[in-house]
């Protein structure tokens, strides 16, 4: 795992020179804090945090993240809704990727059809299962 | 046979002139005068008496027998003949008229011989006046004694006075034998002779007796005195004479009969009343058992004036008879008499010709009687208010079972208004219609329903109106508050049991959607309370892995992921212990409810009262009762503090919360009150909610646990 991890720290960085920039969008604290702390283990640039839907969409839009961790269950826009208005920002749109401590199975086609790149149970997440979605 | 009756009065008369004058010119005829107009008389008015009856009733042979005795008594003049052939047979024959005298009387009035004793006797009298006399002659003397200028008798055998003296005797005795008990016969029928039947046969009775009485008189005189003898034969002769003239009364005072009868049933006319005209043909009849029946071709039956029916005409002895009146062919009434009358047939038929009309009249008012006898029952049946109105609404006629259908007694509404008895708003209406009943004429009824209120209850009516005349109606009346009420009951019923449904099903929608956001609720707390630390938990553990080689950061991180499994123990406890306690389970609801209390932020106190645990479903709802209010109390009561009392009373758990907080909740608003409402009613058991603003909630659940 951990050789994982460090060929594609050593990956992004001998392609990027710069480490990838990523957005926590979860209503609960503590898994914000535990994500970050592991994705900025993992060579990631957490740039911010929010806890709802619409903080999220100006987050996006102050911020520039690469990539959007978001959860799909919000107080108020659920994930799939906020993913949506995301792929709507042509250009400048980031790559989202779904969280849920619920099963994907869960959500039937709703993941597909959100114009996310795609989706991470949020006990699997890490740096190598975000760069898989990407690529 | 009418040729003989008519050549018979010829015959009659010439043979009693022709007795006259044997009997005047006789030698040996000690009082030719006497007994030549007693002959005369005795003769002629049995003949005369005969030939009329013969001819008014040819079938009956007592005329005949009549004419008979009257011939054979001028026979019996033959005796006075001077020649000594014709005087013997004079002799032979001068009693036989008594043999005939007898058959007559026994014979009468029908002409034949109805019992066994009169038939004996009849026989007995023609033996003694031919056989006897004929045996007698042939022993008596040359000549009768005392007859000293008689011929002698010609078919003397042997003169033996001893032997003609005795045969004499006996013949006496026998004669007298046979004329007491023709005696006898008479009395006897007298006494059992009907009104009726002593009126027809009276006179004949009477004179018969007479005669059979001084007939015994002559025999016993003329054993004893020779003189007496012929005194007492005249008066026997005289009262001979006597019954043919009874018998000619008797016809006469029939025509005066008939006389009466046409005179009384005309004088009755139509107007006569019920029962006149039964006394005036029982007076006519002269039989006063009369009665009168009247036939009802409708029933085919036989009733009385009053319409009552009749079950038999004659009486089951046959002593009386039923004689039935036809007018035009109908059939119309029957005059119910002594089967006497039947001796006097035109008596009968006078009185039925004379009062047919009469009966036809009475035939019709027996016939109205009845049909309104049936009418009257048909009323007195049916248990409906009538009355009588006329057009402009005044009483006529009621009838009513009870005064207190009434709105005023019977005696008080006959005259009065309808618009001064019944309140405007029905007079009105009640009068439009009986105008619309009369204008449309008999065949439509008219309907009409008000309410009245009649001691001191209000009732409902319907109204029935029928023309009865051009200017009044019939109206029933019927009661039916009864049907009304029952009505209305059953509509009450019926709403009441739709709002309890509806209630029903309120309720078990509630539960149904609190169960769904109950599991809502605890979907949602598992995921972002437990769920969302053991993620947490499981992100740390690899992150710490990751971090070995960092023992301190490792630490750190283990530290923290300790934390979150703690606090993610502790919420899984307080979700089970949110979806049922365990404690309540285990131990029961006394310990259950201290917890409760334990984990209440103030001063509760608890009193429960129950020796042995509550039923599980009983326990819950109380529990959540309790629950449920201290939640609320604590929340929104701003109350110092609670109290809870559970208890069992009569057959039921009694749950009791009280603060002394604000008050003012509504069961209505909040869904957890009406929560409990609807988990206690589930129980058929009750909640009530007093909260009055500033003086507390109390709460009291009320749950049947038997």
Redesign the interface.
């Known amino acids: 795992?951990?050789l994982t991890?460090f060929l594609v720290r050593r990956v992004a960085a001998t392609l990027r020179y710069v480490a990838m920039s990523v957005l926590i969008v979860d209503d609960?604290p503590?898994?914000r804090?535990?994500?970050r702390?592991?994705l900025e283990?993992e060579g990631f640039d957490v740039v911010g945090e929010a806890e709802d839907g619409s903080s999220a969409l100006e987050a996006v839009a102050a911020l520039h993240p690469q990539i959007v961790l978001l959860d799909v269950?919000l107080p108020d826009l659920d994930g799939f809704e906020v993913a949506a208005r995301l792929a709507e920002l042509n250009g400048a749109a980031p790559a989202v990727i779904l969280t849920s401590?619920?099963d994907r199975a869960d959500f039937g086609t709703l993941v597909e059809e959100s114009g996310a790149r795609g989706f991470v149970p949020?006990?699997e997440?890490?740096g190598a299962a975000l760069l898989s979605l990407l690529n | 046979m009418r040729l003989l009756r008519t050549a018979l009065w010829p015959v009659a008369l010439l043979a009693g002139l022709g007795a006259f004058a044997l009997i005047l010119t006789s030698e040996h005829e000690q009082t030719p005068l006497m007994t030549g107009v007693l002959t005369l008389l005795v003769g002629w008015s049995f003949a005369i008496s005969g030939l009329v009856a013969w001819s008014r009733r040819p079938a009956n042979f007592f005329g005949a027998l009549m004419v008979a005795a009257g011939l054979a008594w001028f026979v019996r003049a033959v005796v006075a003949a001077d020649n000594a052939f014709a005087f013997t047979l004079g002799q032979i024959l001068q009693y036989l008229v008594f043999g005939i005298l007898v058959h007559l009387l026994l014979a009468y009035p029908r002409g034949a011989l109805e019992s066994r004793l009169a038939r004996v006797l009849v026989v007995a009298a023609y033996l003694e006046v031919t056989i006897v006399q004929l045996v007698y002659l042939l022993f008596e003397r040359p000549r009768a004694p005392g007859c000293s200028g008689c011929p002698p008798n010609q078919i003397l055998l042997s003169k033996n006075p001893a032997v003609a003296d005795g045969i004499l005797f006996a013949s006496r005795m026998g004669g007298i034998a046979i004329a007491a008990l023709v005696a006898w016969i008479y009395t006897r029928r007298w006494r059992d002779a009907t009104p009726a039947a002593r009126r027809v046969l009276g006179p004949v009775l009477a004179t018969g007796l007479l005669a059979t009485a001084l007939t015994t008189i002559w025999l016993v005189a003329s054993s004893v005195d020779e003189d007496a003898g012929r005194y007492a034969f005249w008066a026997t002769m005289t009262g001979l004479a006597l019954v043919p003239l009874a018998f000619l009364a008797g016809l006469l005072r029939s025509r005066l009969a008939l006389a009466n009868v046409g005179q009384l049933v005309v004088s009755l006319g139509q107007t006569a009343r019920p029962g006149e005209l039964r006394d005036a043909i029982a007076q006519a009849l002269g039989d006063p058992s009369v009665k009168l029946a009247y036939w009802l071709p409708e029933s085919e039956s036989w009733v009385r004036i009053d319409g009552r029916r009749l079950p038999s005409l004659a009486s089951p002895d046959g002593r009386n008879v039923a004689t039935i009146v036809e007018r035009n062919g109908e059939r119309v009434a029957a005059i119910v008499h002594d089967a006497f009358l039947h001796e006097d047939p035109e008596l009968l038929d006078a009185v039925v010709a004379a009062a047919g009309l009469a009966l036809e009249n009475e035939q019709r008012l027996a016939a109205l009687t009845q049909s309104e006898a049936r009418l009257r029952a048909i009323i007195d049946a049916l248990p409906d208010l009538m009355f009588r109105v006329s057009r402009d609404g005044t009483y006529l006629a009621v009838k009513a079972e009870r005064t207190g259908d009434l709105v005023v007694p019977p005696d008080q509404l006959i005259g009065r208004n309808v618009r001064d008895i019944l309140p405007r708003e029905i007079a009105g209406p009640l009068l439009n219609c009986i105008e619309e009943a009369l204008e449309q004429g008999a065949a439509r009824t008219v309907e009409y329903e008000y309410e009245l209120e009649l001691e001191g209850f209000p009732r409902f009516f319907e109204a029935r109106i029928v023309p009865g005349g051009e200017h009044e109606v019939v109206m029933l009346v019927r009661d039916f508050t009864e049907r009304h009420n029952s009505e209305l009951e059953r509509q009450q019923l019926q709403a009441e049991l739709r709002e309890r449904l509806e209630e029903l099903q309120a309720s078990r929608a509630r539960m149904v959607e609190a169960g769904d956001n109950e599991r809502r609720r605890l979907e949602r707390n598992l995921h972002d309370g437990a769920q969302q630390r053991l993620v947490s938990l499981s992100l740390s553990l690899r992150l710490a892995h990751a971090k070995l080689a960092d023992p301190e950061a490792a630490r750190t991180i283990l530290d923290g992921a300790s934390q979150e499994l703690a606090a993610a123990l502790e919420e899984l406890r307080e979700l089970a212990r949110g979806i049922h306690p365990a404690v309540l389970t285990d131990r029961g609801l006394g310990p259950a409810l201290e917890t409760l209390v334990g984990r209440t932020p103030l001063p509760v106190e608890v009193e429960t009262n129950l020796e042995e645990r509550l039923p599980e479903q009983i326990e819950a709802a109380a529990y959540y009762v309790v629950s449920e209010s201290l939640a609320n109390v604590a929340k929104y009561a701003n109350a110092s503090s609670a109290r809870v009392s559970i208890s069992r009373e009569n057959g039921a758990a009694i749950v009791e919360v009280a603060d002394d907080g604000i008050g003012g909740a509504d069961p209505t608003l909040g869904s957890g009150l009406r929560g409990l409402v609807d988990r206690v009613e589930a129980l058929a058991g009750r909640l009530e909610v007093e909260s009055v603003p500033g003086r507390g909630t109390q709460i009291r659940a009320e749950i049947p646990c038997e």
């Open positions: 795992m951990w991890v609960h503590s898994f804090a535990t994500a702390v592991l283990s269950q401590s619920r949020k006990a997440l890490s």
